[in-house]
């Protein structure tokens, strides 16, 4: 056992010794010595993870303390590992996608001046990652979760120079604040009601309290589980960026690619599905909670795949992408299908990791220029990024064998199977976000790779205007060219999970005993995966029915309408997407503004700090941050801070009257004569 | 033993650290510009000294000396050690900022020395006659090093408001002290104490006392609203002398509220605890939302220091020994990461430029990589970002103000925190995402750049096993206040 | 009778060394300031013997009124002072400072009143004989049961003492004083410094060179 526990140490440590090794002496190091220590690191961690799983599977669970932190009020506060199938899975993901993109950094940041800096946060953030879904406690969940945040703040601007790369990272960083309040007051509710922060006792406790009442409003009782639940969830819809909480992760592709692909698709968004599957004990006593879950997810599901849509930004239809099925993933949990929403996680980690990488590679190849309107006829110039980008696409919207279909069928299927408020409509928005989803994937795909290659036309205005090295586009004379085999390596190894991945393991994690332990599901209230197996076991009989079946369901045919119209629209008659553009201008206005979220914040929340975020943005200058910032903060703090520098006159006189005046207070306050 | 014997057994640091003030006095008269070295290293040996007779002669038990006006309990012998560090560390990162400054003279040494001798009386005293002197002493020392730069007007400035409000707040202190003698006839601080747990005499007039006492506390901690000089002094005072007004004298202050408020008006607990709160409440609001405001580091850190205290109080008006351990925590973290804060400021300044501006520190990762990384761990420590030790401090106090119920309070703390995390946040953002403004390098002394380093460090470490220091505080406190 | 008489001349006293403090800070002049200041002590050293401590009213009338006050009146005299600039804030900060400075009054008198501090509520002192010597018990006192407070005043004296010289203290830059031990100790070399030089110049003269 004890040769079991070094394994279990040894995989988030080395990323970390590697982070911090090339951290601290990366610039006195060779270039190289930057990327080899640190891939070494990251695939040994991928290798024992896989053993571990492999382990897992054999039965072999582990739970228990590695390092006592401190004792306080009797409250035990510890680093310890709780390993079991649901965390050994994603070690395996996180370790296999941070791996690729280790790799495929080597390529993407070649001409970098960070080189090395880029590396150490990329490995820091695979040890945050790793402490967050081994954590056995909320103490180093909650560790985990603000590591991974503060990287992917650091990664966000990593090209510090560009001022938007600072607003997106300064707006991440307020709007995962609003989530960790939410996140921490959760975590301070289950150590004040359950009086442990250890999964184990918490799980084991918390049946007590199914009918537990809290009242935060005096008069008015509410369920204890549900508003744990609520605010746990509230700390996973900051980072899964969830409606209404979702603002910034759109505006995070300022970072750098690999950080896109590593980050903002595959692992730390997920953070949010993975802590709600692992509190399932807690969330399965709430059945408002779950509503609540479902209909966010149903929401994020729909509305942010129309959002897709108008985006010309390569990097930014992938994300919009991404908190789609994220929005999946919400709903998948909602239903009470945790497993369901792990599957997903895990293929959506792949294949969307695998978009991401072939977006970065066309950007690589277009030099910087991220416009699809720009592209076009790609496929002669980059094979390998096309096939591999047309499998991704494929998966993604659900192609009967790929992965993505086994993980989105089953999603639908358990909303169908659902019968909880919301579930309905939760249900109508998974169907139509599987038409939106194949359109904005193939417009994306026919855009970039076929029809007429308009970059010929489009460099000769960007060939004078190439003045910012990373947005100069293809100069006059160049043509797109294939990337080199560090970055297409990584595509071609994502791809083949995104294909085989779902075939392989959804009778197992789905149907069988996988996630037998550390998922609960109350089958009574809650029927609907007890169903979806049921189901699964009598119709379909094996993942190869499953699919096969499909091609007789709704999901199926609504995917093929998405694509067809896609290919119509864009392929065949392009002019038509003007007309309608100029036909339903004001539908076009509104998803141009994302529905007004950022608008609304802007506006809504300028009491807040986030005002200032979003001052900066308007400005857009690095000027405001160093002048204004200062200023718009004395602003927001308005009369208050006026009345109160008043105070602060520098005269003495003033001074010590408002010490009297103190003095005079107490006194009044305080006097009992 | 003889009473003189035990009287100069017990009270053998304080003679100690008098003496060798004196002696350095005299010895710093044949010194020269060249040999000005030696007055540091004395100071130094004389901190070493005494830390080395404090732990020589420490028991866990509780000694008095001069009819009972004198205590040597384990509070006192540990919050001792800790001001002899942070008097040492503070003579450390001072040095060089003096010698470019023409500071470096004996005076400063002398004056460090009594103002630390201030420090001692005030931790061990047992009586408010003492007590009060030995405010008196650090008092004054403090004030006139503030003034040293004697040539600067916003130094002089700064030492002036120090001077006539500190002169302000003696009145008041001393006032209370006096209602305090008048119900009781009694200036010793236990006899007051269990003359008032056997029953107030004089509710009213205990009242009007207390009032003044805790004014006058209030304003030696800097709680709103006797916070006004907090700002002006760290601002305008030569940063040497700030790192010294803002560390090691907390740990006499913090001693000082325990010897008042906790060991002699334990029975009004009740009435100081209502107006605690009413301060720390103010405190942490007040020093969070204009910290924001600020341009200048040092403004921005006093500002910090006065949400600080708003912390600290949190736990003294919990009123329970496990509030007592977290707030003795809290300003040994806080004390340590002040030393850091303004450490790196003094590291930075060199001769004619003063690194005390947000500006200044733009690009410090770009320029120096490892400073910038202490810096941010200072920055997070302050913000309570875990897992650094601040984090840790701030959690020990709010959970024992949490077990005596005050969950509102709590919140609104927590919520401050975030408020207040924005603009320590602010200053990591300034060294690691913006252009740096000059390119000078930093000329550092090896041995600034080493304590310096342990300093930053030390947040880190601590706060990966607060255990040590935990339980250093709990035993202090468990053995020295019953 | 006599206590009747003592009470008498407590009240002479305590409502001039009121009214005396009053003036103080509302006097114009500053030496006028300084004299009322003079009469506030001796009424208060008056008041001190009405409660037997003759040494201390003795001590302030010597010490304060003989010497600080005169050291204070010469000061006040030679520098020029510009009252009025001192008191730029006082009426503007009036309207404020009066009504806070009335409400606390009241409260303190509500509980620093008769009710509290009344005679009946403090034993009356039995009067020492008259052979009793206050300036031996203070002594006695001073050295023994509060040695310690009185080597803490010590310290802090000789702490007002350093700092008031290091504010204070300006060595004069052009001074012509020169120190004889620092005169006997000059070597040869301190003063005189031999420059071994080639004996020719390498370089050929130029014409400038020539002219001269």
Same mark, same amino acid.
């Given at each position: 056992?004890?040769?079991?526990?070094?394994?279990?140490?040894?995989?988030?440590?080395?990323?970390?010794?590697?982070? #911090?090794? %090339?951290?601290?002496?990366?610039?006195?190091?060779?270039?190289?010595?930057?990327?080899?220590?640190?891939?070494?690191?990251?695939?040994?961690?991928?290798?024992?993870?896989?053993?571990?799983?492999?382990?897992?599977?054999?039965?072999?669970?582990?739970?228990?303390?590695?390092?006592?932190?401190?004792?306080?009020?009797?409250?035990?506060?510890?680093?310890?590992?709780?390993?079991?199938?649901?965390?050994?899975? +994603?070690?395996?993901?996180?370790?296999? #996608?941070?791996?690729?993109?280790?790799?495929?950094?080597?390529?993407? +940041?070649?001409?970098?001046?960070?080189?090395?800096?880029?590396?150490?946060?990329?490995?820091?953030?695979?040890?945050?990652?790793?402490?967050?879904?081994?954590?056995?406690?909320?103490?180093?969940?909650?560790?985990?979760?603000?590591?991974?945040?503060?990287?992917?703040?650091?990664?966000?601007?990593?090209?510090?120079?560009?001022?938007?790369? %600072?607003?997106?990272?300064?707006?991440?960083?307020?709007?995962?604040?609003?989530?960790?309040?939410?996140?921490?007051?959760?975590?301070?509710?289950?150590?004040?009601?359950?009086?442990?922060?250890?999964?184990?006792?918490?799980?084991?406790?918390?049946?007590?309290?199914?009918?537990?009442?809290?009242?935060?409003?005096?008069?008015?009782?509410?369920?204890?589980?549900?508003?744990?639940?609520?605010?746990?969830?509230?700390?996973?819809?900051?980072?899964?960026?969830?409606?209404?909480?979702?603002?910034?992760?759109?505006?995070?592709?300022?970072?750098?690619?690999?950080?896109?692909?590593?980050?903002?698709?595959?692992?730390?968004?997920?953070?949010?599905?993975?802590?709600?599957?692992? @509190?399932?004990?807690?969330?399965?006593?709430?059945?408002?909670?779950?509503?609540?879950?479902?209909?966010?997810?149903?929401?994020?599901?729909?509305?942010?795949?129309?959002?897709?849509?108008?985006?010309?930004?390569?990097?930014?239809?992938?994300?919009?992408?991404?908190?789609?099925?994220?929005?999946?993933?919400?709903?998948?949990?909602?239903?009470?299908?945790?497993?369901?929403?792990?599957?997903?996680?895990?293929?959506?980690?792949?294949?969307?990791?695998?978009?991401?990488?072939?977006?970065?590679?066309?950007?690589?190849?277009?030099?910087?220029?991220?416009?699809?309107?720009? @592209?076009?006829?790609?496929?002669?110039? @980059?094979?390998?990024?096309?096939?591999?980008?047309?499998?991704?696409?494929?998966?993604?919207?659900?192609?009967?064998?790929?992965?993505?279909?086994?993980?989105?069928?089953?999603?639908?299927?358990?909303?169908?199977?659902?019968?909880?408020?919301?579930?309905?409509?939760?249900?109508?928005?998974?169907?139509?976000? #599987?038409?939106?989803?194949?359109?904005?994937?193939?417009?994306?795909?026919?855009?970039?790779?076929?029809?007429?290659?308009?970059?010929?036309?489009?460099?000769?205005?960007?060939?004078?205007?190439?003045?910012?090295?990373?947005?100069?586009?293809?100069?006059?004379?160049?043509?797109?060219?294939?990337?080199?085999?560090?970055?297409?390596?990584?595509?071609?190894?994502?791809?083949?999970?995104?294909?085989?991945?779902?075939?392989?393991?959804?009778?197992? +994690?789905?149907?069988?005993?996988?996630?037998?332990?550390?998922?609960?599901?109350?089958?009574?209230?809650?029927?609907?995966?007890?169903?979806?197996?049921?189901?699964?076991?009598?119709?379909?009989?094996?993942?190869?029915?499953?699919?096969?079946?499909?091609?007789?369901?709704?999901?199926?045919?609504?995917?093929?309408?998405?694509?067809?119209?896609?290919?119509?629209?864009?392929?065949?008659?392009?002019?038509?997407?003007?007309?309608?553009?100029?036909?339903?201008?004001?539908?076009?206005?509104?998803?141009?503004?994302?529905?007004?979220?950022?608008?609304?914040?802007?506006?809504?929340?300028?009491?807040?700090?986030?005002?200032?975020?979003?001052?900066?943005?308007?400005?857009?200058?690095?000027?405001? %941050?160093?002048?204004?910032?200062?200023?718009?903060?004395?602003?927001?703090?308005?009369?208050?801070?006026?009345?109160?520098?008043?105070?602060?006159?520098?005269?003495?006189?003033?001074?010590?009257?408002?010490?009297?005046?103190?003095?005079?207070?107490?006194?009044?306050?305080? @006097?009992?004569? | 033993?003889?009473?003189?014997?035990?009287?100069?057994?017990?009270?053998?640091?304080?003679?100690?650290?008098?003496?060798?003030?004196? &002696?350095?006095?005299?010895?710093?008269?044949?010194?020269?510009?060249?040999?000005?070295?030696?007055?540091?290293?004395?100071?130094?040996?004389?901190?070493?000294?005494?830390?080395?007779?404090?732990?020589?002669?420490?028991?866990?038990? =509780?000694?008095?000396?001069?009819?009972?006006?004198? =205590?040597?309990?384990?509070?006192?012998?540990?919050?001792?050690?800790?001001?002899?560090? &942070?008097?040492?560390?503070?003579?450390?990162?001072?040095?060089?900022?003096?010698?470019?400054?023409?500071?470096?003279?004996?005076?400063?040494?002398?004056?460090?020395?009594?103002?630390?001798?201030?420090?001692?009386?005030?931790?061990?005293?047992?009586?408010?006659?003492?007590?009060?002197?030995?405010?008196?002493?650090?008092?004054?020392?403090?004030?006139?090093?503030?003034?040293?730069?004697?040539?600067?007007?916003?130094?002089?400035?700064?030492?002036?408001?120090?001077?006539?409000?500190?002169?302000?707040?003696?009145?008041?202190?001393?006032?209370?002290?006096?209602?305090?003698?008048?119900?009781?006839?009694?200036?010793?601080?236990?006899?007051?104490?269990?003359?008032?747990?056997?029953?107030?005499?004089?509710?009213?007039?205990?009242?009007?006392?207390?009032?003044? =006492?805790?004014?006058?506390?209030?304003?030696?901690?800097?709680?709103?609203?006797?916070?006004?000089?907090?700002?002006?002094?760290?601002?305008?005072?030569?940063?040497?002398?700030?790192?010294?007004?803002?560390?090691?004298?907390?740990?006499?202050?913090?001693?000082?509220?325990?010897?008042?408020?906790?060991?002699?008006?334990?029975?009004?607990?009740?009435?100081?605890?209502?107006?605690?709160?009413?301060?720390?409440?103010?405190?942490?609001?007040?020093?969070?939302?204009?910290?924001?405001?600020?341009?200048?580091?040092?403004?921005?850190? &006093?500002?910090?220091?006065?949400?600080?205290?708003?912390?600290?109080?949190?736990?003294?008006?919990?009123?329970?020994?496990?509030?007592?351990?977290?707030?003795?925590?809290?300003?040994?973290?806080?004390?340590?990461?002040?030393?850091?804060?303004?450490?790196?400021?003094?590291?930075?300044?060199?001769? $004619?430029?003063?690194?005390?501006?947000?500006?200044?520190?733009?690009?410090?990762?770009?320029?120096?990589?490892?400073?910038?990384?202490?810096?941010?761990?200072?920055?997070?420590?302050?913000?309570?970002?875990?897992?650094?030790?601040?984090?840790?401090?701030?959690?020990?106090?709010?959970?024992? &103000?949490?077990?005596? $119920?005050?969950?509102?309070?709590?919140?609104?703390?927590?919520?401050?925190?975030?408020?207040?995390?924005?603009?320590?946040?602010?200053?990591?953002?300034?060294?690691?995402?913006?252009?740096?403004?000059?390119?000078?390098?930093?000329?550092?002394?090896?041995?600034?750049?080493?304590?310096?380093?342990?300093?930053?460090?030390?947040?880190?470490?601590?706060?990966?096993?607060?255990?040590?220091?935990?339980?250093?505080?709990?035993?202090?406190?468990?053995?020295?206040?019953? | 009778?006599?206590?009747?008489?003592?009470?008498?001349?407590?009240?002479?006293?305590?409502?001039?060394?009121?009214?005396?403090?009053? !003036?103080?800070?509302?006097?114009?002049?500053?030496?006028?300031?300084?004299?009322?200041?003079?009469?506030?002590?001796?009424?208060?050293?008056?008041?001190?013997?009405?409660?037997?401590?003759?040494?201390? /009213?003795?001590?302030?009338?010597?010490?304060?009124?003989?010497?600080?006050?005169?050291?204070? *009146?010469?000061?006040?005299?030679?520098?020029?002072?510009?009252?009025?600039?001192?008191?730029?804030?006082?009426?503007?900060?009036?309207?404020?400072? *009066?009504?806070?400075?009335?409400?606390?009054?009241?409260?303190? /008198?509500?509980?620093?009143?008769?009710?509290?501090?009344?005679?009946?509520?403090?034993?009356?002192?039995?009067?020492?004989?008259?052979?009793?010597?206050?300036?031996?018990?203070?002594? !006695?006192?001073?050295?023994?049961?509060?040695?310690?407070?009185?080597? *803490?005043?010590?310290?802090? *004296?000789?702490?007002?003492?350093?700092?008031?010289?290091?504010?204070?203290?300006? !060595?004069?830059?052009?001074?012509?004083?020169?120190?004889?031990?620092?005169?006997?100790?000059?070597?040869?070399?301190? !003063?005189?410094?031999?420059?071994?030089?080639? /004996?020719?110049?390498?370089?050929?003269?130029?014409?400038?060179?020539?002219?001269?």
């Amino acid at each position: 056992m004890t040769d079991m526990l070094t394994i279990y140490v040894l995989i988030p440590l080395l990323p970390l010794v590697a982070a #911090v090794v %090339i951290g601290l002496f990366g610039r006195k190091l060779p270039r190289a010595a930057a990327h080899w220590m640190t891939i070494a690191g990251v695939a040994v961690s991928f290798l024992l993870s896989c053993f571990v799983l492999k382990d897992v599977l054999a039965g072999h669970t582990f739970n228990g303390a590695v390092y006592t932190w401190m004792t306080s009020g009797g409250t035990v506060f510890e680093i310890g590992f709780l390993i079991d199938a649901l965390s050994a899975l +994603m070690m395996v993901v996180v370790t296999f #996608v941070s791996l690729m993109v280790h790799i495929y950094t080597i390529g993407y +940041m070649h001409d970098d001046p960070g080189y090395s800096r880029f590396f150490s946060y990329i490995s820091l953030f695979t040890f945050s990652m790793l402490m967050l879904v081994m954590s056995n406690n909320f103490m180093q969940l909650f560790f985990g979760w603000e590591a991974v945040g503060l990287v992917s703040y650091l990664l966000i601007g990593f090209w510090f120079k560009r001022p938007t790369a %600072i607003y997106a990272n300064l707006k991440a960083f307020l709007v995962n604040r609003v989530g960790d309040f939410g996140f921490l007051l959760g975590i301070g509710m289950v150590l004040y009601t359950m009086g442990s922060l250890d999964y184990q006792a918490v799980f084991s406790i918390a049946p007590q309290f199914a009918d537990a009442t809290v009242e935060l409003i005096p008069g008015h009782p509410w369920q204890l589980m549900t508003v744990i639940c609520l605010l746990l969830f509230v700390g996973a819809m900051g980072k899964s960026a969830q409606v209404p909480l979702h603002v910034w992760l759109p505006d995070s592709m300022e970072g750098p690619t690999p950080i896109s692909a590593l980050i903002h698709a595959a692992t730390m968004v997920t953070a949010g599905i993975f802590m709600v599957a692992r @509190m399932s004990p807690l969330y399965e006593l709430s059945t408002t909670a779950l509503s609540v879950v479902m209909v966010i997810g149903a929401v994020t599901a729909l509305f942010m795949g129309f959002l897709g849509i108008v985006q010309n930004d390569i990097k930014r239809v992938v994300a919009y992408s991404t908190l789609s099925q994220l929005g999946y993933m919400t709903v998948a949990l909602g239903a009470s299908a945790y497993s369901v929403a792990i599957f997903h996680l895990m293929t959506h980690a792949f294949f969307k990791a695998l978009l991401f990488l072939a977006a970065g590679s066309v950007i690589i190849g277009m030099h910087h220029d991220q416009d699809i309107r720009n @592209m076009g006829e790609l496929k002669k110039y @980059m094979p390998v990024t096309w096939i591999t980008a047309l499998i991704g696409s494929l998966a993604l919207i659900g192609t009967p064998f790929l992965s993505g279909f086994y993980s989105k069928d089953s999603i639908i299927e358990a909303v169908a199977l659902s019968n909880i408020p919301g579930s309905g409509f939760a249900h109508l928005a998974v169907l139509a976000g #599987v038409f939106v989803t194949a359109f904005y994937s193939f417009r994306m795909y026919f855009l970039v790779f076929h029809g007429k290659a308009r970059w010929r036309e489009a460099r000769h205005e960007h060939g004078q205007a190439a003045q910012d090295a990373h947005h100069h586009g293809l100069g006059p004379h160049d043509e797109p060219h294939e990337s080199p085999w560090v970055v297409t390596f990584p595509l071609v190894m994502l791809a083949i999970p995104s294909v085989v991945i779902g075939y392989l393991t959804i009778q197992p +994690m789905l149907f069988g005993d996988f996630f037998k332990g550390a998922i609960v599901v109350n089958a009574e209230a809650h029927p609907a995966m007890h169903e979806l197996a049921h189901h699964f076991h009598t119709v379909f009989h094996s993942p190869a029915g499953m699919a096969l079946h499909a091609v007789a369901s709704l999901p199926f045919w609504l995917a093929a309408c998405g694509v067809g119209l896609a290919w119509f629209f864009y392929l065949k008659r392009p002019n038509i997407p003007e007309t309608l553009k100029q036909r339903f201008a004001v539908i076009y206005a509104i998803l141009e503004n994302k529905y007004g979220f950022d608008t609304f914040n802007e506006r809504f929340f300028a009491a807040g700090v986030r005002w200032v975020g979003d001052r900066l943005w308007r400005h857009g200058d690095v000027q405001i %941050i160093d002048g204004t910032l200062v200023n718009g903060t004395a602003r927001l703090i308005g009369c208050f801070a006026a009345v109160i520098r008043h105070l602060q006159s520098g005269r003495i006189y003033h001074y010590a009257f408002a010490m009297i005046i103190g003095v005079f207070v107490l006194l009044t306050w305080f @006097m009992k004569v | 033993m003889h009473p003189i014997v035990n009287d100069i057994y017990t009270a053998l640091p304080e003679i100690f650290v008098l003496g060798m003030a004196m &002696a350095i006095l005299l010895i710093d008269l044949f010194l020269t510009e060249r040999t000005r070295f030696l007055t540091y290293a004395l100071s130094q040996f004389t901190l070493l000294g005494a830390a080395m007779i404090t732990v020589a002669t420490h028991t866990p038990g =509780v000694g008095y000396a001069f009819s009972g006006m004198f =205590v040597d309990d384990p509070l006192a012998d540990v919050l001792k050690l800790m001001s002899y560090l &942070a008097t040492s560390v503070v003579l450390v990162y001072s040095r060089s900022y003096l010698a470019e400054r023409g500071m470096f003279r004996g005076e400063f040494f002398v004056l460090t020395l009594f103002a630390l001798l201030g420090m001692m009386v005030m931790i061990s005293g047992r009586n408010l006659l003492t007590l009060y002197m030995g405010l008196e002493l650090l008092s004054l020392c403090l004030y006139s090093l503030v003034a040293l730069d004697r040539d600067n007007p916003r130094a002089t400035e700064a030492a002036m408001k120090y001077f006539v409000l500190g002169a302000l707040a003696s009145g008041m202190l001393l006032y209370g002290m006096s209602m305090l003698y008048g119900i009781t006839g009694n200036l010793d601080i236990n006899q007051i104490g269990s003359a008032l747990v056997k029953g107030a005499p004089d509710r009213a007039v205990l009242i009007l006392g207390l009032v003044f =006492v805790v004014a006058g506390l209030a304003f030696k901690l800097g709680a709103v609203p006797f916070q006004m000089w907090v700002p002006d002094v760290y601002h305008g005072a030569p940063t040497a002398m700030t790192l010294l007004v803002g560390s090691a004298p907390k740990f006499a202050a913090f001693a000082l509220v325990m010897r008042l408020l906790v060991q002699a008006l334990q029975g009004v607990v009740h009435d100081w605890q209502g107006m605690l709160i009413l301060m720390a409440v103010l405190s942490i609001a007040l020093g969070n939302i204009i910290a924001i405001a600020q341009t200048n580091l040092k403004r921005m850190l &006093a500002y910090s220091t006065i949400s600080h205290i708003g912390f600290l109080l949190f736990g003294i008006m919990s009123g329970t020994l496990n509030g007592f351990i977290a707030s003795m925590f809290y300003v040994s973290v806080y004390v340590l990461m002040t030393l850091g804060g303004f450490g790196m400021i003094l590291l930075l300044s060199r001769r $004619g430029f003063e690194a005390e501006n947000l500006d200044d520190f733009k690009g410090l990762a770009a320029r120096h990589p490892w400073y910038a990384f202490l810096m941010l761990l200072l920055m997070f420590s302050m913000a309570g970002v875990p897992p650094t030790i601040g984090f840790y401090a701030k959690f020990a106090v709010l959970q024992a &103000a949490l077990q005596v $119920g005050l969950v509102k309070l709590v919140v609104f703390a927590v919520l401050m925190a975030v408020v207040g995390a924005f603009y320590y946040l602010r200053v990591v953002k300034l060294m690691y995402f913006d252009e740096p403004q000059h390119d000078a390098p930093v000329r550092a002394q090896p041995d600034m750049t080493m304590v310096l380093t342990v300093n930053g460090l030390a947040v880190l470490l601590l706060g990966l096993m607060p255990q040590r220091l935990m339980e250093l505080c709990a035993y202090a406190i468990l053995h020295s206040i019953q | 009778m006599m206590a009747n008489f003592q009470d008498y001349v407590f009240y002479a006293f305590a409502a001039i060394l009121l009214g005396a403090g009053l !003036r103080v800070i509302t006097a114009r002049n500053p030496v006028h300031a300084a004299l009322y200041l003079v009469l506030a002590f001796f009424t208060a050293a008056g008041i001190w013997l009405l409660l037997e401590a003759e040494f201390l /009213a003795i001590a302030l009338v010597l010490v304060y009124v003989g010497a600080v006050m005169v050291l204070f *009146l010469f000061v006040v005299m030679m520098l020029d002072i510009n009252l009025d600039k001192l008191r730029e804030g006082f009426w503007e900060a009036l309207p404020v400072a *009066l009504p806070v400075a009335v409400l606390m009054a009241l409260e303190m /008198a509500l509980v620093l009143g008769s009710r509290h501090f009344g005679p009946e509520r403090v034993a009356t002192p039995k009067p020492h004989p008259a052979d009793y010597s206050n300036t031996a018990e203070l002594g !006695r006192q001073l050295y023994t049961d509060y040695v310690y407070p009185f080597e *803490l005043a010590a310290v802090i *004296l000789l702490v007002a003492i350093v700092a008031a010289i290091a504010l204070t203290l300006r !060595r004069r830059k052009d001074t012509k004083y020169i120190d004889p031990a620092q005169q006997v100790k000059v070597k040869r070399s301190d !003063r005189l410094k031999i420059v071994h030089m080639p /004996a020719e110049k390498p370089t050929p003269p130029t014409a400038e060179g020539d002219r001269t």
